[in-house]
Each structure stands twice: as C-alpha cells, then as structure tokens.
C-alpha cells in the first residue's frame, strides 16, 4: 500500500511558521484517484483533520486554521506539504499524514476511518 513519512515539526513561538512534509517515495500511485491530508491529535483530545488534498488539486482547510495554513503537493505528488503560519498555542499536536482511495465520498476528515494508510506523525509544539 502507501507508505507515508512526515517530518518537519518543532517547536516554535506564538506567530511562528513551520512547514511539514509528508513524503509517500511515489506510493500514492497506489491509489488513482487519491485524498490526502494532514490530522491532529493534541494531548487528551480526539485526532481531527485539518486539510485535505485530492489528485485533481481540488483543496479544503477546516475553519479554525483558514488563512493561516495550506496544504500542497509537489508537481510530481510525491510529497504533501503544510505550511503552517501565525501558528498559536493551540496548534500543538502531533500532526499525521493520511491517504486513501478518493472514491464515493468527499475528501475530508470526518471519518478517519475512512483512511487505511497513515504516518507515524510528527510532533509540533508552539509556546506562548
């Protein structure tokens, strides 16, 4: 199936930028059409999804993160990106990369079960 490595995390101060990368070595081709996108688990919190990518380009950003981050894709779609800007106290969490099939249903993250491959995350952290 996918295999899909984040990095790019760290530790930053209110205001902060920080951009993560989530590299699949071309194993997205695994699945034609495709969704991607980025979660996050804060300590104590339920793991939600934060921005999404199909392999049309067609993007979406929940409502708390708008303006601040954007979701990418390098033209080859081997790497996803997050750039994160103005990033707040509240952004902490260990952010995943995830991908499946874009079939049927819309490209989002209201089911994570909807998504069969995962990362093993990377740790962002943003101090007051």
């Known amino acids: 199936q996918v295999r899909l490595v984040e990095s790019g995390g760290g530790s930053v101060q209110t205001g902060g930028s920080l951009r993560l990368s989530c590299d699949s070595s071309?194993?997205?081709?695994?699945?034609?059409?495709?969704?991607m996108g980025w979660f996050r688990q804060a300590p104590g919190k339920e793991r939600e999804g934060v921005a999404f990518?199909?392999?049309?380009?067609?993007?979406s950003v929940i409502d708390s993160v708008q303006v601040r981050f954007t979701i990418s894709q390098d033209n080859a779609q081997n790497t996803l990106y997050l750039q994160m800007n103005s990033l707040k106290p509240e952004d902490t969490a260990m952010y995943y990369c995830?991908?499946?099939?874009?079939?049927?249903?819309?490209?989002?993250?209201?089911?994570?079960?909807?998504?069969?491959?995962w990362g093993r995350g990377t740790q962002v952290t943003v101090s007051s």
């Open positions: 995830a991908a499946r099939a874009y079939i049927l249903v819309p490209c989002d993250g209201l089911l994570l079960s909807d998504y069969p491959d």
């Open positions: 071309g194993s997205i081709g695994y699945y034609r059409p495709y969704c």
């Open positions: 990518i199909n392999s049309d380009g067609e993007t």
